[in-house]
């Protein structure tokens, strides 16, 4: 049986074979639509009382996903490392996508909300993490869509730009706009989104230099 149990400070407990084998931040889970209280079918844990190797790469798989959610790939590179084969990963994978906790749309949405919300960062620079976590193409980019759909990349790209509007006041307008456009591009934002940022600091800049 595998149980999944509340915790203070907003972490829940997951109970594998009646111990706790790691705890994880209960919004987590929620994204992932487990619930909190509950308990997850006990698919993944079939056969691992008949192998100690596949018992053990279950509880490596799952302390690895009690430090953050992981994509498939990024998951099974991490079991490859540790030593187990490929099919001892093959199937704790299997067991733990059955259950939602390996789910790459998941993680991909978790990953650009996080993202978004610490330190705002533009569609092309949130694809191209989720491909280099071995997120697929596809789903990266439809999982972006609906993210960005929520969160306007233009109040991102602003958001982005407030500390770096207070350094450089001394630079001539054309160097510090330059900076800051190599800035937001580095960040991942388009040209577009980026002329539209730079021009409404532009003219804030300038209401408060009139007042």
Do not use: N
């Not at 487990?34 to 279950?58: C, H, M, Y």
């Not at 789910?103 to 569609?123: H, K, N, Q």
């Not at 989720?130 to 109040?155: F, I, N, S």
């Amino acid at each position: 049986m595998t149980a999944v149990e509340e915790r203070d400070g907003g972490r829940v407990a997951v109970f594998v074979d009646g111990r706790e084998a790691f705890t994880v931040r209960a919004a987590m889970l929620e994204r992932l639509g487990i619930e909190v209280g509950g308990s997850l079918p006990d698919e993944q844990l079939a056969g691992t009382e008949r192998s100690p190797e596949l018992a053990k790469a279950r509880d490596a798989a799952l302390r690895l996903l009690g430090v953050r959610a992981r994509s498939a790939r990024e998951l099974r590179d991490r079991l490859h490392g540790k030593g187990f084969s490929d099919e001892t990963s093959e199937q704790v994978l299997a067991g733990l996508e059955r259950v939602g906790l390996v789910d790459d749309r998941a993680f991909a949405r978790l990953w650009i909300e996080e993202r978004v919300r610490l330190r705002p960062i533009g569609r092309r620079r949130a694809v191209s993490e989720l491909l280099a976590k071995g997120v697929g193409r596809r789903v990266a980019q439809a999982v972006a869509d609906e993210v960005y759909a929520e969160h306007p990349q233009a109040e991102l790209a602003a958001r982005a730009l407030e500390p770096k509007l207070r350094a450089g006041r001394a630079e001539s307008p054309k160097r510090r706009r330059r900076r800051l456009e190599a800035f937001l591009l580095r960040r991942g934002f388009s040209y577009d989104v980026i002329a539209t940022a730079l021009r409404e600091a532009e003219e804030v800049s300038g209401s408060d230099q009139d007042g």
